[in-house]
C-alpha cells in the first residue's frame, strides 16, 4: 500500500507560481509511475502530468508551464506550476502506480492509489 499526502495549494493571482508537494510513505516510490490529475467544479478529473524514471508526460494544456519532478530519496514528487491561469484552479490530486503503460498514463484508472488532493485557486 501507497499513502499520499499533498500539500502546497493555494490561492494565487494568475501569472504567478506554484510548487505542490505529494509526499509518498508506505512504499518506495523509485520504482513507481506518479502523476498528478486535476479535477475543477462541475468537470471530470483529467491527467496532469507523469514521471515514470527519467520519462515525463504532460497534458498540452499544462505542457511549458508546469514542471513534474521527484526527490526518491525523500520519496516526494513535486508539481511546479507556473504563469497560471484561472483556467487552471482546480483540486489537485497526486497518484502511483506500480505499473506505466505509454498508453494509458494519462487514464486515472491505471492508478491505484490517490491523495486526499490540495485546492489550487488563481484568481483573475
Known amino acids: 500500500q501507497v499513502q499520499l499526502v499533498e500539500s502546497g495549494g493555494g490561492l494565487v493571482q494568475a501569472g504567478g507560481s506554484l510548487r505542490l508537494s505529494c509526499a509518498a510513505s508506505?512504499?518506495?516510490?523509485?520504482?513507481?509511475?506518479m502523476g498528478w490529475f486535476r479535477q475543477a467544479p462541475g468537470k471530470e478529473r483529467e491527467f496532469v502530468a507523469v514521471?515514470?524514471?527519467?520519462?515525463?508526460y504532460y497534458s498540452d494544456s499544462v505542457k511549458g508551464r508546469f514542471t513534474i519532478s521527484r526527490d526518491n530519496a525523500k520519496n516526494t514528487v513535486y508539481l511546479q506550476m507556473s504563469s497560471l491561469k484561472p483556467e487552471d484552479t482546480a483540486v489537485y490530486y497526486c497518484a502511483a502506480s506500480s505499473y506505466f503503460s505509454s498508453n494509458y498514463y494519462y487514464s486515472d484508472s491505471m492508478y491505484p492509489y490517490w491523495g486526499q488532493g490540495t485546492q489550487a485557486t488563481v484568481s483573475s
Open positions: 508506505g512504499r518506495t516510490i523509485s520504482n513507481y509511475a
Open positions: 514521471s515514470c524514471y527519467d520519462n515525463t
